[in-house]
């Protein structure tokens, strides 16, 4: 793969009730990017997010263009987290760990 095709991982968290920054607070890690419940989500259509959402991308953390290292690296900083990853889920939170790689991130794999 060339290296100008970067793979990265993603760690999706969508909850009904617990909010980005107080995702951010549990968990100890700043997000790549954050939602409120009720945020304008498509400008052009005015749809809105139905769940808090908090992202977290090894974009930037992990240079390398292996998909494999990126899910690895991601793996590794959740395994602490074990016990508020659990209390989040039992508060209702989803959480999705994707993998993207190739031209601009054209493939992707994902387990929730």
């Not at 793969?1 to 009730?17: C, E, V």
């Not at 900083?77 to 989803?94: N, V, W």
Request: glycine share 6%; charged share 20%.
């Amino acid at each position: 793969m060339p290296h100008d095709d970067p793979a990265f991982a993603q760690l999706i968290i969508k909850s009904p009730t617990v909010s980005a920054p107080e995702i951010t607070q549990r968990l100890g890690i700043e997000p790549s990017s954050q939602f409120a419940r009720g945020d304008t989500a498509n400008a052009k259509t005015g749809k809105r997010y139905e769940t808090h959402l908090w992202r977290f991308k090894s974009l930037g953390h992990v240079a390398s263009p292996d998909a494999a290292r990126h899910v690895d690296w991601m793996l590794d900083r959740l395994e602490a987290l074990r016990d508020e990853i659990k209390h989040l889920q039992d508060s209702g939170a989803t959480m999705t760990l994707m993998t993207y790689w190739g031209p601009c991130g054209s493939h992707s794999a994902w387990v929730q």
